[in-house]
Every structure is written in structure tokens, then in C-alpha cells.
């Protein structure tokens, strides 16, 4: 073991070396890649040499996602403290399942489930977990409302046709969970969003009414916080207004920007959040914590163990279930992704999360006010989000986005609104100045000039 981790601390020294060099690898295409790599697996292993050589040119030849050029997904950057614990994660190797095989990494689960639940407003109730990612946050959300609806469908399953709302921006896991459910994609409305890309709640309105009429059973309502391509957020307050009457289950889907709730000048962007009935969000994204650290949390325990809770004599051997986290996960065996949560939170406290959050608008701030500068721009995004959405000159941007990923430039990426395509600028990495935002510009347009990309056909 001592040998295999000289090793990881050899090639992630070079990879740190090359990241500074330089921050975007050009990529191998996949026609190319078996050919560039032997990737193959053979009965006999390789020479220590040649299997070293091999590790760390396909280390040096990843997409690399911590740098300060990489602006294409919802995540980015590397928070050392939050890498720390994941290594130590990776070390320790525990299942969350139960006490007996958690231990400790079991009470920092439950702490930070009991604190986020808190800031939210969330009563004594309240509970948790940690789903694999943002899209089975939402699966879980769905699941428990479907089951509070008719809570003989665990037995016997889904007999009627329930229906579900959410927003034309929403995430797309909403159509993939609702085929996992039994639901059925054709009982999903899709709600009109307003010229913000926020969900229009005079059409959800609408809508429940037209379904009540038809005698339909609405059961599940998706709010957004932080649409995955403005980065909006719906009237989480006004939602609750049209539905509070009716037995109808609202879930927040923060997984791109719920982080808000760490900080003061932004958690209004959530305001009225404790209404909802469970409310998720990655911390691996605006928080920076490695991936993958998704949380959901709901208003009511007993909803959580209903649809999640079920027994196995063989694993479930001793301590109080409240501690036999099996009981309120989607899976049974689950890796630990609690520990470079609390790892970060306590190196930093809850004011250095709520830094990390306010950061990120502060570069978005850099970049909105640099584009309404420049005539060559058009902005497309407005105030409160951390995408910042632009045109350049005449380029069309899937040609400028897909060019300078190519030629190992920038990653960056694109994104569609009222029929409108743009560059989708993500300053969702805390660990960037205003001075690496401004580079990003100095960088598309110099590549810009040297290149003639295709423009925009009307």
C-alpha cells in the first residue's frame, strides 16, 4: 500500500504541474482512443514500468475539471480540504448501511442531515440522506410522494394514473424517474416558464385544475432552484400558494444552486423553501465538494422510512434503526459521501460555505458587467445566476464552444432558451478570480480572431 500511494502522489504532482501549464488537454477522439491507450485487459499483468507509464499518461490525457479554464458543467474547481476527506473516505472504504460498518462516519452523516435541515426550517421531524447524485435526489422526492398519495401502492403498485408537474427548464430526470415509478412519462405536464425561465404558476394553475376536472390525481409538483441552463429559480412561495389546499407533494430540486441556503444575501432565492415537503442539492457543485454529494431531505421521517425502509435480518444485527442508515437510502450498499462534506464544513465553518456560494455570483457579477461593456456581446441571462449566457458577435455558438474544446482552448459549453442558442459561461468554480473570468474572454476572443468559425444563419 505504501508503494501504491508514492505512486498516486507521484502522478497527481504531475497532473498538478501539467494543470498549471496547461489548464485544457486537447482531446482524443473516440474513433482514436484504443488505439492512443492500451485499455485492453490481458491475463497477464504489466510490468511495473510500463503499468506506471500507462496510469499516468491516461491521467494526463483526462478532461480536466479543476482548472481555472474549465467552465462546462454545474461543477468545477478542487476544494483541498474537500479532497482530503474523500481520499480518507477512499481509505477507510466503510458501507453507510448500518452503525456496525459506519461507526463515526454514521453521527457526521446524521449531523449534517440534522443542520441542513435546520437552515432550511425544517421541524423535529425532519431527516435525511445521501442519494447517488441529483437525479435519484429527485427519484427519492417523487417515490416518497407517490407512496403519501396512496400508501398502498408499496404493496401493491401504481393503479391509477397520478400526475406530475414541473417546468419546461426543469431537469431531465424528471421524465427518467417517471418511468422508474411506474408513473408513466405521459402522466408528466410540462408547466410554461416566464421570460426569466422560471415556472409560470398562473399555467400550473391551470393545469391541476383541468386535471381535476378530468378526475386525475395530481401528486407532485417540481420546483426548480437553479434551472440547469439560466440557473433560475422558481416562485417557490406562489407554488406552494396554488397547492396548499390540495394533497400535492412540492419538492425542491436544488441540485444545481439549493446551496444558496448557505448564505445570507442569496438564501431569498429559496425563500419560502420550508414549505416544501423535501428539498435536495449537490454539494459538489456550488459548494465544491468532490464529486459525487448529493442531500435530500424531507419535512416528514415517516415518509422517508415508508417508501425506503425494509428489513434484512442478515444485515440489519444490531443498534437503533435510526442509526441503520439502510433504512432511508435508495440503495443498500453506498459509499461514504458524507466525510468530505464535514471535512470541508468544519476546516471552513458555515461563514467560509457561505464565501464559497457568494464568490461565485461575485464572478458572475465580473462577467455580466464585462459583456454589457463590449458590443460584440449580447447577454442573455439576468441577475441572480451564476450562467451567464452571451453571444459573440455573429459565431455560432455551438461551433465556438465545440472549436475550442477541440483545439484544447477553453470547455465551455451551450444551452438553449425560447429558441435562442448561446455560449453558457458556468462560474460555479469559487476557486477563480475576476481576473481568470476576464481571461476567459481574453482567450474566446483572441481564438476568435486567429480562427473563422461559422456564424450565426438567420
Known sequence: MQEDLKLFQKISEKLLNSEQNKGVVEPISPQKLFNTFNLDL?????????????????????????????????????????????????????????????????????????????????????????????SMSNFMGMLMARDRKNRTIKQEGVSQKLIIY??????????????????????????????????????????????????????????????????????????????????????????????????????????????????????????????????????DKRDLKHSFSCDANYLYQTDDDDYNLGKNSLQCGRRNDALKFWTLWKAVGTKGLEELVNQQFKLADTAINYIKNHPDYKLHSYENSVSVCFN?????????????????????????????????????????????ILNFFKVLESYEAENKLEEITA
Open 42 to 134: 490481458d491475463d497477464e499483468a504489466l510490468p511495473k514500468s510500463e503499468f506506471e507509464q500507462l496510469l499516468t499518461d491516461v491521467v494526463l490525457n483526462t478532461p480536466r475539471t479543476s482548472t481555472k479554464l474549465f467552465f462546462n458543467q454545474l461543477f468545477g474547481g478542487r476544494n483541498p480540504k474537500g479532497t482530503l476527506g474523500e481520499l480518507l473516505a477512499v481509505m477507510l472504504n466503510n458501507s453507510m448501511y448500518t452503525y456496525k460498518v459506519g461507526g463515526p462516519q454514521v453521527g457526521i452523516e446524521k449531523n449534517i442531515i440534522k443542520k441542513v435541515c435546520q437552515m432550511i426550517g425544517y421541524g423535529d421531524q425532519a431527516d435525511g440522506t445521501f442519494p447517488p447524485g441529483g
Open 392 to 436: 459573440y458577435k455573429n459565431v455560432d455558438p455551438k461551433d465556438l464552444c465545440n472549436s475550442l474544446y477541440k483545439d484544447g482552448e477553453l470547455m465551455v459549453g451551450y444551452g438553449s432558451f425560447n429558441n435562442e442558442t448561446f455560449v453558457r459561461l458556468v462560474t460555479i468554480n469559487s476557486g477563480n478570480s475576476e481576473e481568470d
Open 166 to 299: 414541473t417546468s419546461e427548464a426543469s431537469h431531465y430526470s424528471i421524465t427518467k424517474n417517471a418511468s422508474f415509478g411506474g408513473i408513466g412519462v405521459g402522466q408528466i405536464r410540462s408547466v410554461k416558464t416566464n421570460q426569466f425561465g422560471q415556472m409560470d404558476v398562473s399555467h400550473l394553475q391551470e393545469l391541476i385544475h383541468q386535471d381535476k376536472t378530468n378526475n386525475l390525481e395530481p401528486f407532485f409538483v417540481n420546483a426548480t432552484a437553479g434551472t440547469t441552463v439560466l440557473g433560475a429559480f422558481d416562485d417557490i412561495k406562489a407554488i406552494h400558494e396554488v397547492i396548499k389546499d390540495d394533497d400535492i407533494w412540492l419538492h425542491v430540486d436544488g441540485a444545481y444552486c439549493g446551496s444558496v441556503i448557505f448564505s445570507k444575501h442569496y438564501k431569498h432565492l429559496v425563500e419560502g423553501v420550508e414549505l416544501s415537503d423535501s428539498f435536495s442539492f449537490n454539494a459538489h457543485k456550488m459548494l465544491g465538494v468532490p464529486l459525487s454529494c448529493s442531500i435530500i431531505v424531507t419535512q
